[in-house]
């Protein structure tokens, strides 16, 4: 098993930055993707932002490229969303995700990739 935490989630005005943080604890392993998906309301949930943890690839939702940066610390097992610039469209729950080992490319942003996921925290951007 794998539990999942996440922290960082904030109400900031549009332009702003936050940082999201996601620890992982239990069964990891070095070939595992983690990543970041939200879900607005009345929408479905949509991957963010992926690493891969053991090469350190990311990828990225057309959304968000060059505003928000995924990156990972293996010695802590955390992943942080860095996210720049916000727009209000941005505003959603946003959860940490953790797959079961390797994630083939073309479901790297697709929720059924991943097995484990945290509990979500609130990202509000107002105008």
């Known amino acids: 098993q794998v539990q999942l935490v996440e922290s960082g989630g904030d109400s900031v005005q549009a332009g702003g930055s936050l940082r999201l943080s996601c620890a992982a604890s239990?069964?990891?392993?070095?070939?595992?993707?983690m990543g970041w998906f939200r879900q607005a309301p009345g929408k479905e949930r949509e991957g963010v932002a992926v690493?891969?943890?053991?090469?350190?690839?990311?990828y990225y939702a057309d959304s968000v490229k060059g505003r928000f940066a995924i990156s990972r610390d293996g010695a802590k097992n955390t992943v942080y969303l860095q996210m720049n610039s916000l727009k209000p469209e941005d505003t959603a729950i946003y959860y940490c995700?953790?797959?079961?080992?390797?994630?083939?490319?073309?479901?790297?942003?697709?929720?059924?990739?991943?097995?484990?996921w945290g509990q979500g925290t609130q990202v509000t951007v107002s105008s």
């Open positions: 995700a953790r797959s079961r080992g390797p994630v083939v490319p073309r479901f790297r942003m697709r929720a059924i990739a991943y097995g484990y």
């Open positions: 239990g069964s990891t392993y070095s070939n595992d993707y």
């Open positions: 690493i891969d943890i053991g090469s350190g690839g990311s």
